[in-house]
């Protein structure tokens, strides 16, 4: 009689796991956050709102490179009213330059943390959808699991044609 219970007991454990496994689906997040940028052109927005800002850096990334060749080269043939009017120059243009390149990475930096933010808002409601239309209980991140069955479902096409 307790072999049998045992054995009822096994089996009915069994039918709940396949049971539940149905309704458990895994996404990949990392490949549909990179498909999803690519073609909504985050990259390409972004590149183009801080180019000018960009290519006005890099002028004076030159023009300071050039002025301090220019000290290192003629430095100890100038006289030193000149030296040390071209050494403050220096010190001064590098100095600006510090700043507005740290107030141009903090802005990119944000801006592409907003960008990020709107993508994974919007992927995360594409897997809510999904999971919905599929009746399914819990989606797991394919990277966070060590190990899935080939019985588990995986949604990331679903997903990244629900994105669009």
Do not use: C, H, P
């Amino acid at each position: 009689m307790k072999k049998w219970l045992l054995a009822a007991g096994l089996g009915l454990a069994m039918a709940t796991s396949a049971q539940a496994a149905d309704k458990i689906a895994i996404v990949n997040m990392g490949n549909l956050f990179q498909q999803v940028a690519q073609k909504t052109g985050v990259s390409a927005t972004l590149e183009n709102e801080f180019k000018g800002r960009a290519s006005e850096l890099q002028r004076m990334e030159g023009d300071l490179q050039s002025k301090m060749q220019r000290l290192q080269r003629d430095g100890s043939t100038m006289k030193a009213s000149e030296r040390s009017k071209l050494e403050k120059d220096v010190m001064s243009q590098r100095q600006t330059f510090s700043q507005k390149a740290q107030a141009f990475e903090q802005d990119r930096q944000r801006r592409s943390n907003e960008e990020r933010g709107k993508l994974v808002t919007r992927i995360q409601s594409a897997v809510k959808a999904v999971a919905a239309d599929q009746s399914i209980d819990l989606v797991v991140d394919a990277n966070a699991v060590a190990f899935n069955s080939s019985d588990v479902k995986d949604i990331t096409a679903d997903v990244l044609k629900q994105v669009k």
